[in-house]
C-alpha cells in the first residue's frame, strides 16, 4: 500500500515537472528582454526636459581635436544630428547657421552632430552652407542613442547646466538608410526655444 502510494505520487509529480523546467530555462531570456525594455525606455526618456544632458566626447569634424560635453557648460546650447543626404537637413542648415550667428553673443552655441555619413561628405555639406558652429562626428552613435534620436534631423536644446529644456523634430516624411527622416525645424521654433535658454542663463545670473 505504502509502496503503491509513493508510486502515484511520484508519478503525479512528472507532468508538473517539465514545466516547471522549461520556465527556469526561459528565465534568462526573459530577464534579458525585461533589462532590454527597460534600457530602451532610459534612451527614450533621456531628452525629458528637466533631466541632464549626457556627457561625451567626440571628434570635431574639421580635425582639430575633440569636444566634450565640459566644453559647453555654462552656456546655452542647440544641438543639431543632420547627416549631408538628409533632405531636411539641408533645407534647415541656412536657418540654424543665421540663428547662431544672430544670437551667440549671447551666450548662446550652436552644435551640430553628424551621423551615418562619409567625412567628406559631410565637410562639404558644412562648405555648403558655410556652417561657422562647431560640428562633431558620431561614428558609433553613442550620444545619438543616449539623447533618444528618433530621426533626422533632430535638435535639442540644453540650458547652461546643461540640462534638457526639449527637442524639436518634425513630421515622420520618409525612410532613407534605415533612418527615419523628419521634416525640418521652423524658424518659430528655433527662435522660441533660443530665447528660452537666453532667459534662464539671464535669470540664473541675477
Not at 512528472?14 to 527556469?24: A, E, G, T, V, Y
Not at 547662431?100 to 565637410?123: M, T
Amino acid at each position: 500500500m505504502s509502496d503503491k502510494r509513493h508510486a502515484e505520487t511520484h508519478g503525479a509529480l512528472r507532468p508538473r515537472s517539465r514545466p516547471f523546467r522549461l520556465l527556469i530555462a526561459l528565465l534568462p531570456a526573459v530577464a534579458f528582454i525585461g533589462l532590454l525594455w527597460i534600457g530602451l525606455a532610459r534612451t527614450e526618456s533621456q531628452a525629458e526636459s528637466g533631466s541632464s544632458a549626457p556627457s561625451f566626447e567626440l571628434p570635431l569634424l574639421d580635425g582639430s581635436g575633440v569636444l566634450t560635453d565640459e566644453d559647453l557648460r555654462g552656456k546655452s546650447v542647440v544641438i543639431n544630428f543632420w547627416a549631408s543626404w538628409c533632405i531636411p537637413c539641408r533645407e534647415e542648415a541656412p536657418l540654424l547657421e543665421e540663428t547662431w550667428r544672430a544670437y551667440r553673443n549671447q551666450g548662446v552655441v550652436f552644435l551640430g552632430v553628424n551621423i551615418k555619413d562619409a567625412a567628406s561628405d559631410a565637410r562639404r555639406f558644412v562648405e555648403e552652407f558655410d556652417i561657422t558652429y562647431p560640428t562633431v562626428r558620431d561614428l558609433d552613435q553613442s550620444l545619438t542613442r543616449d539623447f533618444g534620436v528618433k530621426g533626422l534631423p533632430e535638435t535639442f536644446f540644453a540650458d547652461h547646466r546643461w540640462t534638457f529644456i526639449g527637442a524639436i523634430s518634425g513630421a515622420r516624411t520618409s525612410d532613407q538608410q534605415g533612418t527615419v527622416i523628419l521634416g525640418a525645424i521652423s524658424e518659430d521654433e528655433l527662435i522660441s526655444n533660443v530665447e528660452i535658454l537666453i532667459r534662464r542663463m539671464d535669470s540664473s545670473n541675477q
